[in-house]
């Protein structure tokens, strides 16, 4: 057996032993083992990974899934006792073997982030490319009859590939958007998702229960905003759609908002933040195209403009009348 087969072997055995429970001794010996050697805990972390993710993966796919497959082959632990040596030997084999056999079956996702300030752009192996914003989370899984992707916090831009075999489905929290092939942003703020459409068509779909969950369909210049069980759908010009996705060009396009969202804004993508001190200044109405990360050109052209005081705080600009 080749060094890296009995680390695994012995990552495996103790992830089953940890499943059942360790005893205060077994657990300080787990912790000599994984202090041994980088390697160690290199397999045992992605050993435990991936066990939790087939059960969160599970949760998204539902019935037939690989949390069911594993639940098939993996009784649940028993309640804590001393097993003997066999069986634990055997069940830490069984944990290997069915791991190594359904990352074949199953690809792990791939996860992308994005810094403040960030953007990148992902080419998948479909031909879909996708532009990530500032401060962004996402996770994709390309499989031989699906193609999905998880914004779990964020903004990004797709640029689906067609392929009528294979629907490309983007889940964010209980909605998810599904498409054969288009062009779209997705924004997601904690419960708030916005979903904007610059090309093709789109489907919506909300929570399995309460209003959301009807469908809603969304074509070019669609912009769909949903909380809770809650959608508003509006339409938009091409302008509009573009001054929102002028991100991708490393804009900001202001349309006369509030002084207090433009801050909220350039917020997203700047260490420095701003702070507007004052209910009048915040309510100041503003419009123009600005360089996202450039917040020093910013404040001083609202002090040049509106005569405003400027005041720097550390990494915080003051900002009042």
Do not use: C
């Amino acid at each position: 057996m080749s060094a890296r087969n009995k680390i695994e072997e012995t990552a495996a055995y103790w992830l089953v032993r940890q499943m059942d429970g360790l005893s205060s001794d077994e657990q300080a010996q787990l912790d000599v083992w994984l202090n041994a050697a980088a390697e160690h805990r290199t397999a045992f972390w992605r050993l435990e990974y991936s066990w939790e993710q087939a059960g969160r993966l599970g949760a998204l796919r539902g019935p037939d899934t690989l949390a069911e497959a594993i639940a098939e082959v993996v009784p649940p632990a028993p309640p804590r006792r001393a097993l003997p040596r066999w069986a634990l030997g055997l069940a830490a084999t069984l944990a290997v073997a069915v791991l190594a056999s359904t990352a074949l079956l199953w690809p792990r996702p791939a996860h992308y982030v994005t810094e403040t300030g960030e953007r990148r752009l992902v080419a998948l192996s479909d031909g879909s490319r996708i532009e990530l914003n500032t401060e962004t989370r996402l996770r994709t899984a390309l499989s031989s009859d699906s193609r999905e992707a998880w914004l779990d916090e964020g903004e990004a831009y797709f640029d689906v590939a067609h392929d009528a075999s294979r629907p490309f489905t983007v889940h964010m929290g209980d909605r998810s958007v599904r498409v054969l092939g288009t062009r779209f942003s997705v924004r997601r703020d904690g419960d708030k998702v916005q979903v904007l459409v610059a090309q093709g068509r789109v489907r919506l779909s909300g929570s399995k229960a309460g209003p959301a969950a009807k469908p809603v369909i969304l074509v070019r210049g669609d912009v769909a905003t949903g909380m809770g069980a809650s959608v508003l759908q509006s339409r938009t010009s091409d302008q509009r759609v573009d001054d929102q996705l002028a991100w991708r060009r490393g804009l900001l396009v202001f349309d006369q908002i509030t002084l207090s969202d433009a801050a909220a804004e350039f917020n997203r993508y700047n260490q420095t933040q701003l702070k507007v001190l004052d209910p009048q200044t915040a309510a100041i109405r503003i419009g123009g195209s600005f360089e996202a990360t450039n917040v020093e050109a910013f404040v001083r052209l609202l002090q040049s403009a509106y005569g405003l005081e400027i005041d720097h705080d550390g990494e915080n600009i003051e900002i009042s009348e």
